[in-house]
């Protein structure tokens, strides 16, 4: 028997009313905008902490391509480059699981619209349940898990982050629009 363990969250809405799908959209498109200037923030804070001139650093990345790849490269491996949710519908509820980096998805969490929509639905056979769950909520929460856990194709996924959001030239756009327009190097 294999352990299954499964982070997860819950949205707090009655699903069968005819405005959740729309707020969930809606929701997701707020969370994309505020993640994208979140994970814009962190990796610009990283590249100006790996060089002393980050001017220079975006110069490079024009002429260089091994530059660019470079940097590419490191934000890949800080998780800074994917962030995505994939909705489940079950039943009366909807379970979403979150995919990218641990920074990126514990900032999302941390939001206060997803906090608002969300709660935590995790689940895990490998030792003693969720000491905030009735034993009835951790039975359903088994059964909503087991209901995901053959191969599926039907969630809804949204994309937050994307490689072709967080690379070097939008970046610098997005370093000259912010910081230099603000007199800050």
């Not at 982070?7 to 405005?19: L, T």
């Not at 994970?39 to 990283?46: G, N, Q, S, Y």
């Not at 490191?74 to 979403?96: K, P, Q, T």
């Not at 039975?139 to 994309?159: H, M």
Request: with cysteine; glycine share 6%; hydrophobic share 35%.
């Amino acid at each position: 028997m294999s352990t299954k363990i499964y982070y997860g969250y819950r949205y707090k809405g009655n699903i069968k009313a005819g405005s959740a799908f729309a707020e969930l959209i809606y929701a997701f498109s707020l969370f994309k905008e505020g993640m994208r200037k979140i994970a814009a923030e962190r990796a610009l804070h990283f590249l100006k902490d790996c060089t002393h001139d980050i001017n220079r650093l975006f110069l490079d990345i024009h002429i260089h391509k091994e530059t660019r790849l470079h940097v590419l490269d490191i934000l890949h491996d800080c998780g800074l480059d994917n962030l995505s949710i994939i909705a489940y519908f079950r039943d009366e509820h909807v379970l979403i699981t979150l995919h990218g980096g641990s920074r990126l998805i514990e900032d999302l969490t941390k939001l206060e619209l997803f906090q608002k929509l969300f709660d935590y639905y995790g689940y895990w056979d490998n030792t003693d349940p969720d000491e905030n769950c009735s034993e009835q909520e951790w039975e359903q929460r088994a059964l909503d898990w087991d209901f995901l856990d053959v191969p599926r194709n039907d969630g809804l996924e949204y994309t937050l982050i994307s490689k072709l959001e967080i690379n070097p030239m939008i970046l610098e756009q997005y370093y000259r629009e912010v910081y230099e327009s603000k007199g800050v190097n």
